[in-house]
């Protein structure tokens, strides 16, 4: 079977890296994806797949029936929005939409995802449940995955995969990553009142910028005091408004940050340990408080048995030498995890980290770039796990019944 899927991959590779270039040429905002979308509905639907479009406003789906033995349904998950960023790298298919940059790689997403679709469609008699593509709008935005949920993209789905393209880690490999890969993102607002008075004579009023100066101290030294250190805890204060002039006590300052963990039951204290905090500093110095914490994306909690079947379906293709097993997380955030809500899955990391190059940009860089070989490496490591996690041409039943039992 691996075979079978590498040589069909062979195949399809021109036509694949022709795909990618013309979605990285027409990139979309978030929640804009038109032309995206239109394009993989065609692709789609010309490999002979159910096509729904205009699912959470601009994603679609991709709906593979098998032979149909077997219920399951396993969803494969690729995201399809761009940057708001001018793109600098030295490529001839360059955006063509100002200011617009597929710098995140979702280009690659978006293409692997057509491409495992397009293999497995001619392998579709062999595959005993469904396979469904989910091809999400804004990711950037954490708002994608739950349109898509909220309209029913996860229905009966059991299991779920995903990618993301990785530049720290050469193209032809491979990163796994056991337990939690991204953290949860949370948004922090704090608002704190003081009472305005000239700038000479502050016992006459209530500073709220120096009561905010000691909010965000306190709030770091809390962190490192207060906070266990082996579960990670990092807020980021990245905004600052109050005040109207130099002479003048402010009254009212705004904070506004970002909140990242990695433990949910860390996650489900923070609201009142900061608050807390809060509370107190402006207590003691007379200053009045609202503290605002919207609960953004969860942690992406990768599942032990999908990730052990994307491990062997990439070692087996590739080799061990070309599988790394990722020793941290991240703290960044990704909505593949609004699905894991739903269905047990796995995410892996796809490198494209170019060779022959002395820099590798970072994603969201404007001259991020990638080494197109990876589309492959993607694509087949995706099909090749869809096999596995339905036993699909071999003899042990071991992967399979371990995929059952972990529903
Ligand atoms: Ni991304």
Redesign the pocket.
């Known amino acids: 079977m691996l075979s079978r899927i590498k040589d069909l991959a062979t195949e399809l590779a021109p036509r694949l890296i022709e795909i990618r270039r013309h979605i990285h040429s027409h990139p979309e905002l978030s929640g804009e994806e038109y032309q995206t979308a239109a394009f993989v509905a065609g692709v789609l639907s010309s490999n002979g797949i159910h096509v729904e479009e205009n699912v959470g406003k601009t994603g679609v789906i991709g709906e593979l029936e098998g032979n149909g033995s077997n219920g399951r349904i396993l969803a494969i998950r690729t995201?399809m929005d761009a940057l708001p960023i001018q793109e600098r790298a030295a490529v001839d298919f360059i955006s063509r939409n100002q200011g617009i940059m597929h710098a995140?790689?979702?280009d690659v997403?978006t293409t692997v995802g057509l491409g495992t679709a397009m293999i497995l469609s001619k392998l579709s008699q062999e595959i005993p449940g469904k396979l469904r593509f989910i091809f999400q709008p804004a990711?950037?935005i954490a708002q994608g995955a739950s349109w898509m949920v909220a309209d029913g993209a996860m229905d009966n789905v059991d299991h779920i995969l995903g990618v993301?393209?990785f530049p720290s880690i050469p193209g032809g490999s491979v990163g796994i990553r056991y337990g939690a890969l991204t953290a949860a993102a949370d948004d922090l607002e704090i608002i704190i009142t003081g009472e305005s008075g000239h700038g000479a004579r502050p016992h006459k009023a209530i500073d709220a910028i120096w009561i905010a100066a000691q909010v965000i101290t306190m709030l770091q030294q809390a962190i490192s005091r207060t906070q266990n250190p082996l579960r990670p805890v990092v807020l980021s204060i990245g905004q600052i408004n109050g005040g109207r002039a130099p002479n003048v006590i402010a009254d009212s300052v705004r904070l506004l940050g970002t909140v990242r963990s990695l433990h949910p039951e860390t996650r489900a204290e923070l609201p009142n340990w900061i608050e807390n905090i809060v509370k107190n500093v402006c207590d003691t110095f007379g200053g009045k408080y609202q503290v605002n914490y919207r609960q953004g994306v969860p942690s992406v909690q990768n599942d032990f048995t999908l990730t052990q079947i994307l491990q062997s379906a990439a070692e087996e293709a590739w080799g061990s030498s070309c599988v790394q097993i990722l020793p941290e997380p991240s703290l960044g955030g990704?909505d593949f995890s609004m699905y894991l809500e739903k269905a047990p899955g796995s995410m892996f990391r796809l490198g494209v980290g170019l060779k022959d190059t002395e820099v590798n940009y970072p994603?969201h860089h404007p001259k991020f770039e990638v080494d197109e070989s990876a589309i492959i490496t993607g694509v087949v490591t995706f099909a090749y796990a869809v096999c596995k996690y339905w036993n699909i041409g071999e003899t042990t039943a071991n992967l399979s019944s371990m995929a059952v039992a972990s529903n």
Request: aromatic residues 0%; negative net charge.
């Open positions: 995201d995140c790689g979702h997403h990711e950037e993301h393209v990704e994603l």
